[in-house]
């Protein structure tokens, strides 16, 4: 196919076809952007044409580096830009961000342009959601651009033309580029709060993002907040949410308000059915219990506190769940007052994709739940391995204070200085292959709370 016989309209339409269906064709984008590339310029491209091309490179993470860097200082050296409409803005804006380009110049014309000459009735609303995101995306501040936006939500008589998403973006990305307008999230809290029925056509995704955004920028709305947690409490099931969605929406509960046991338990319930990876459990865990005693994540360190490992919080999930069962027939001693839980070390950052819609979560069968006489034949069962890892480990202990003895600590190899000082201690060795043997420090109650953990999530 010879591209020049083609006029740039027909070219972008091309692409964006390709992009929309099924099974686009990388070779034929490569071929695009080299044609794009060899010409002198780029005048015979309309704005719409841009706003096609770099949409559908975008839309299938296709990188094209030189392509967009030359897009970008095509329109930065525009006397004006009264040619683009808000849909070209918007559209193209989104393309660098989903594809993580930065083009400061290009983002600063843009925003100059907004909100110098432009009159936002004309913006619709996913148009403007899709501008601020991409500026939070990108991590490119523009506090005018903001709070022009912000000002124009404001003094609207009600919000009822603007969709779950668009708001939760528009919050996201004020919370993201620390642009706090308390105006703008008033008017949002009470639009939520005023619609009874809002907030059922609200998706995990809508949730995470607009409880991060109140929690990021510390707003505080009670009545919000109840609204939220009567929400997720009539729903059947969070299946549908994501653990990172459920971190932020709990996070941002704990911040303010002290959630009920009902919706913990309905989040923990969640979590338990799912083959998640430790990390982002041990989020779940902090946004879960924020406010226990601080808890040292390193897996060598001499603060002298407690430590735990990624591995022990998935037993931290499942023993809470015993807890639960258990603990009322005085079979299972769980957690006392002291309990090592995690601190919230890290804010939760929401890292979201492009405005679209995620995919839900499909629902896992329950877990088997285990009876009394299962129970007590677990447990029985564990002892002696119990008394085997604890004389292992001291064992090991010893003989790591012995090394020591003898080579002295000034001749070690600095990793055989941080081995020997966990293995003294009682702790794994910074090995990721062992850190799972090693959690009789981390914050359990005893061996036998500890191996029976062990036993139902970690040991194969």
């Known amino acids: 196919m010879n591209l020049h016989q083609l006029n740039p309209q027909v070219l972008s339409g091309m692409l964006r076809a390709n992009a929309k269906v099924g099974n686009p064709t990388p070779q034929f984008f490569d071929k695009v952007a080299n044609h794009m590339m060899r010409l002198d310029n780029l005048n015979g491209f309309d704005p719409q044409a841009f706003a096609n091309i770099l949409w559908a490179y975008a839309k299938i993470g296709h990188p094209s580096p030189q392509l967009f860097n030359k897009v970008a200082n095509h329109i930065v050296v525009h006397d004006n830009l009264n040619g683009f409409d808000p849909q070209a803005f918007a559209n193209i804006l989104w393309a660098y961000a989903k594809i993580g380009h930065p083009s400061p110049q290009l983002f600063n014309k843009v925003a100059n342009h907004i909100v110098v000459h432009d009159n936002l009735n004309t913006y619709k609303p996913q148009e403007l959601a899709n501008i601020l995101w991409a500026y939070a995306k990108v991590g490119h501040p523009s506090p005018q651009l903001f709070n022009k936006v912000a000002n124009h939500i404001v003094v609207h008589d009600n919000l009822n033309t603007y969709k779950p998403q668009e708001l939760a973006n528009i919050l996201w990305a004020s919370a993201k580029l620390a642009f706090y307008h308390d105006s703008l999230f008033e008017k949002i809290a009470n639009h939520v709060c005023t619609d009874e029925h809002l907030l059922t056509t609200y998706n995990g995704q809508d949730f995470s993002m607009l409880m991060w955004a109140f929690s990021e920028a510390n707003a505080e709305y009670p009545l919000l907040f109840e609204k939220v947690t009567e929400q997720l409490l009539e729903f059947d099931n969070l299946n549908d949410f994501t653990t990172h969605a459920l971190c932020n929406i709990i996070g941002g509960l704990n911040k303010f308000t002290d959630p009920p046991q009902e919706l913990m338990n309905k989040v923990l319930q969640t979590a338990q059915q799912r083959d998640e990876e430790s990390r982002e459990l041990a989020k779940l865990s902090k946004a879960l219990f924020p406010k226990e005693e601080e808890i040292c994540w390193k897996s060598t360190c001499t603060c002298g506190r407690k430590h735990i490992s990624d591995s022990a919080v998935l037993s931290i999930l499942l023993q809470l769940r015993f807890e639960r069962n258990y603990r009322q027939d005085g079979m299972y001693d769980a957690f006392t007052d002291d309990a090592a839980l995690v601190e919230e070390s890290h804010s939760i950052q929401e890292e979201q994709d492009a405005p679209l819609n995620e995919n839900s979560i499909p629902a896992e069968p329950e877990e088997e739940q285990l009876d009394d006489h299962q129970l007590q034949h677990g447990i029985d069962e564990m002892k002696e391995r119990v008394d085997c ?50 959690l009789t420090e981390y914050g359990f109650r005893s061996p036998l709370h500890l191996e029976w953990c062990r036993f139902k999530l970690i040991i194969p």
Do not use: C, H, W
Request: charged share 40%; glycine share 4%.
């Open 389 to 438: 890892y604890v004389q292992e480990r001291a064992k090991v202990q010893e003989e790591a204070r012995r090394k020591v003895s003898e080579k002295g600590f000034k001749n070690l190899s600095d990793a055989k200085k941080a081995e020997l000082t966990a293995q003294m201690n009682g702790v794994s060795a910074p090995n990721r292959k062992t850190e799972k043997k090693n």
